[in-house]
């Protein structure tokens, strides 16, 4: 399969947003005029309860995961099936399916890395069980278990280029988050 044909499949595919089909089908809503206008697992939460949250979030998570296994099936390199994940998350937080408004990108990012390596799942929740304490935040501390994965990568002893894209991933995931970052911030230093 050509490199740049995995790619736009990548994105294709990152672009089917599970939330706009779950909260459509069940809730008879758009969930881009509902709660935050995110069309993410959180927010189909928030408008139509705990089965949408989870349906979205299997959903988005199966797209990361079949963009790692399409690309093992095609035998690309653990590079590109990195950079077919990183097309798979720009097109799940930029849709062209959805004018380009999506999610954040971490349910994608984790079935994705689950697919790739499937013991980063203990690293994801080892990582948040270590990080909550401390940080009294889902958000903060999902985000801080994910900066372990390339240091777990680098420990399993993985190609020093995996090592260097996972964590390039790693860093698109919290820059998408900034602006939640930041008001989590501000919210901390005003109590």
Known sequence: MPIFSYLLI??????????????????????????????????????????????????????????????????LSPELLLGGLGFGILGHVKP?????????????FIGGMLAFEPLTALVIIVGFLLFYPFFKSFTFAGLGSFVLIPAFFYFLGTQPLVVFISAVLVMIIIFIHREDILERLNKRAKN
């Open 10 to 75: 990548s994105y294709l595919l990152g672009s089917l947003m599970a939330g706009y089909f779950v909260v459509r089908l069940l809730g008879r809503k758009d969930i881009r005029v509902e709660g935050s206008g995110n069309v993410g697992a959180r927010n189909a939460g928030r408008v139509h309860g705990k089965v949408s949250f989870v349906l979205t979030f299997l959903g988005d998570s199966l797209k990361g995961a079949i963009v790692i296994l399409l690309g093992e099936y095609f035998k």
């Open 96 to 108: 062209i399916t959805l004018k380009f408004k999506g999610g954040m990108g971490i349910s994608t």
